[in-house]
């Protein structure tokens, strides 16, 4: 790992906290909130998420509802790029290809509209955790569903104690920090 990358991963595990039994009992809720509130780590870590790719290599940024919003967004103001929001259930008012998959807590169903990603842009997918891996490959799916294709996928952190990256196998998967139980 560089430097820069363990400065980072540093940064994320300063500014999270753990919140046990949330929102199940025997799930340990990371909650990134500590690192959005602080201007100075919050423009560190969107910087790196930046640097990593590089600004050339993406032409849009999709967030995963709620929490990838934030980042999205920052993303694509940080870039010039546009930002395209990928949502839970019955939130998008067009049309819309739908996933559904199985989290570390429940099921769920994510959407995107079918014309998000028209002449093949090439996407950034961001979120702040990376779990079992459902939400982010049920997002890749939709994306490719939509006309795009992956830039590659950011997450601010990885729970390694589960088979997230094995379930995206040759997917780009970056996280900033790696955690064990
Ligand atoms: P998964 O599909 O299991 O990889 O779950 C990832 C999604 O659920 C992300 O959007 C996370 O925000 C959320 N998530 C899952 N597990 C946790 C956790 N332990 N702490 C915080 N967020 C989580």
Do not use: C, N, W
């Not at 640097?51 to 995963?64: K, L, N, W």
């Not at 990838?68 to 870039?79: D, E, M, Q, R, S």
């Amino acid at each position: 790992m560089s430097e820069i990358d363990a400065a980072l991963a540093d940064l994320v595990a300063s500014r999270v906290l753990d919140v046990p039994d949330f929102p199940k009992p025997g799930i340990v809720f990371k909650d990134l909130m500590p690192l959005f509130a602080d201007g100075d780590v919050f423009r560190q870590v969107i910087d790196g998420i930046v640097a990593y790719h590089g600004r050339e290599s993406f032409d849009v940024v999709a967030g995963i509802e709620a929490r990838g919003f934030v980042l999205a967004a920052a993303i694509a103001y940080a870039t010039g790029v546009g930002v395209v929001p990928v949502r839970k259930a019955g939130k998008l008012p067009r049309a819309t290809h739908a996933v559904s998959y199985d989290l570390e807590y429940g099921q769920a169903t994510l959407e995107v509209h079918t014309d998000a990603f028209a002449g093949g842009q090439r996407v950034l997918v961001v979120d702040d955790v990376l779990a079992t891996g459902g939400t982010a490959a049920a997002t890749l799916d939709l994306v490719e569903r939509a006309g795009g294709t992956v830039a590659g996928l950011s997450v601010l952190m990885e729970l390694g104690f589960l088979p997230g990256r094995e379930r995206l196998a040759g997917r780009p998967v970056h996280a900033l920090l790696t955690v064990q139980p």
